[in-house]
């Protein structure tokens, strides 16, 4: 089996380092792409095995199985790739599928397995479950510590300045397409969640906490069978404080997960 990784920021190293390099001797290839091309020479230092690409189209199309970890343009710029090769993918850049139903519904009938993972969120399984009795609303409410936001679009094109944040201060409300076009690098999660749910659009928050270090999700789902609340309470990555290392743990459980289970059935 050849893997392929795009996008070796905080996620795409974790995945190398702690599954691709437990399996890489059973492996046939693991191929990288960075349009940051000093990262990928970086890592090629520490891991020699690793093969560099020059493009999206070079890489997918030598690879069996590919994980997404770069940004919603990259993802969406993906969409076509797959389909034209039919490859496997995981996509970390859930904002980059929406919108693109068309495009699921035909790899689900083409054999691709397209996985989207709950990132840093929890209860996709019971949002599924409750989604066929008919989910009435579903809402996200995000609290950030302030560094996690800066530099967002939303907020240079909106002139919100965090500086004097006191506490707690609601930065956004809206769609999930709106939160992803303005904060695109910290709230996939909602885009998991509205592919999830099947829901044309759900209320999305997000609050901007002076003094926090955690990253909190409050997922409320309310449907014919049951009324449901999730609370996430995450640590930041090291790495990256725009990201949950709960989410860089669910990067490399997928990975394994798929890599184990095509390993045993090859």
């Known amino acids: 089996m050849k893997i392929g990784i795009i996008g070796i920021g905080t996620m795409g190293e974790a ?37 560099q690409v020059k493009s999206l189209e070079e890489i997918v199309e030598k690879s069996d199985f590919l994980m997404e970890a770069a940004s919603v343009n990259c993802a969406k710029k993906l969409i076509p790739l797959i389909k034209r090769y039919k490859k496997d993918i995981l996509f970390m850049s859930t904002g980059g599928l929406l919108g693109s139903g068309i495009f699921l519904k035909h790899a689900e009938e083409s054999g691709i397995e397209v996985i989207i993972p709950h990132g840093a969120v929890a209860g996709l399984d019971a949002i ?59 709230i996939n999660v909602s885009a998991t969640l509205l592919l ?33 609340q999730f609370v996430c309470k995450n640590y930041p990555s090291r790495e990256n404080p725009r990201t949950s290392a709960l989410a860089v743990y669910s990067a490399c459980e997928y990975m394994r997960q798929y890599i184990l289970k095509h390993l045993k059935e090859g």
């Open 15 to 51: 995945v190398i380092k702690n599954v691709v390099l437990k399996y890489r001797e059973r492996l046939d290839a693991v191929f990288i792409y960075d349009i940051d091309e000093g990262k990928v020479k970086q890592l090629r230092k520490k891991f020699k095995w690793l093969q």
């Open 128 to 186: 599924k479950a409750v989604k066929s009795a008919g989910i009435k609303s579903l809402s996200i409410t995000s609290y950030k510590p302030v560094r996690s936001l800066l530099g967002s679009p939303y907020l240079i094109k909106n002139k919100i300045n965090l500086k004097n944040v006191k506490g707690k201060k609601l930065v956004f409300q809206g769609s999930v397409k709106d939160a992803v076009k303005g904060f695109p690098k910290s």
């Open 196 to 228: 999830t749910s099947g829901l044309k659009d759900l209320n999305v928050k997000i609050y901007a906490c002076k003094g926090s270090k955690n990253i909190t999700h409050v997922i409320d789902v309310k449907s014919a069978i049951s009324d449901l």
